[in-house]
């Protein structure tokens, strides 16, 4: 599979709510976005390899990890950030996690609505309409919502891995 296909659709994104008044300081969050394959050798050993160096085959996992640091002097308030799952791909259920009191977020359409457990409507076989969970396959983006802040000058990161269809 080509890489480039799996590398540029890859847009992180981040979210900041601002308490207080219009005077408030925007914080400046620098987010950094690292992919690696997770290549297994003959002898079963795993290594990760820069998904920009190789391509990436059909089965193998990618695991990205976003980095955000606060490079201001403010606070980032509630912070949150997203990524995508790149078309090609699918999400690996439980890949990611999140420290309490934040939790993750999921969308079926490019990150225009979100929910922890996203669900659709499925036809049964009689005919009437079912709301079940949605098959991890199908999500398109990942979003961490930390309940807490960013502080000046911290970073964290978060980690979600794909698999290669």
Sequence with gaps: MNISRLAAPIICSVLI???????????TVALKLVGV?????ASGTITPVPVESTPAKPGES????????NTSGEVAKKF???GRIPSGTQYEPGSSTIA??????FSLDGGKTWAEKPMVRVRQPDG?????PADP????????LSGKDLPAHAAIAYTYAVLVK
């Design 137 to 144: 396959a199908t999500y398109t983006n990942i979003r961490w």
């Design 80 to 82: 949150a950030s997203a």
């Design 100 to 105: 309490a009191p934040g939790h993750i977020e």
């Design 37 to 41: 394959i997770l290549e297994k050798n």
């Design 17 to 27: 709510g601002l308490a207080g008044t219009s005077a408030v300081a925007k914080p």
């Design 128 to 132: 009437s309409m079912a709301i079940k």
């Design 62 to 69: 990618i695991r990205y990890t976003i980095t955000a640091v």
